[in-house]
């Protein structure tokens, strides 16, 4: 589930808006973005996305994917699900909820 939207099994691409989100308490302004997501050229869903400097130190199971491809982890028991990628030296991190069945 992406923004209240079912996400169908596929390939989608994610982009960033630019448009800002309101960030949490001791948040920087410009540390939540709103993304899309995209599928056969259409937005089918838009969600929010935290994104990290390349500063910013990765621990746990957050470890530094590849540029070229997004890492996926499900966490907590499958309840959420993290999409990790880069663009530009920046980290976003989106986290969603599968959908219940």
Known sequence: MAGGT???????EIRDTGE????LP????ESMVWVE???NGKVVARDGAEILSA???TVGTAGR???ARPRVDRLKDNEFVRISTYRDGS???????PMQR
Do not use: C, K, M, N
């Open 65 to 67: 994917t590849s540029p």
């Open 91 to 97: 980290r976003y991190l989106i986290y969603l909820r």
């Open 6 to 12: 079912t996400l169908e099994p596929g390939v989608y």
């Open 20 to 23: 800002h989100r309101t960030a």
């Open 55 to 57: 500063s910013d130190q």
């Open 37 to 39: 997501f995209i599928a």
């Open 26 to 29: 001791g948040q920087s302004a």
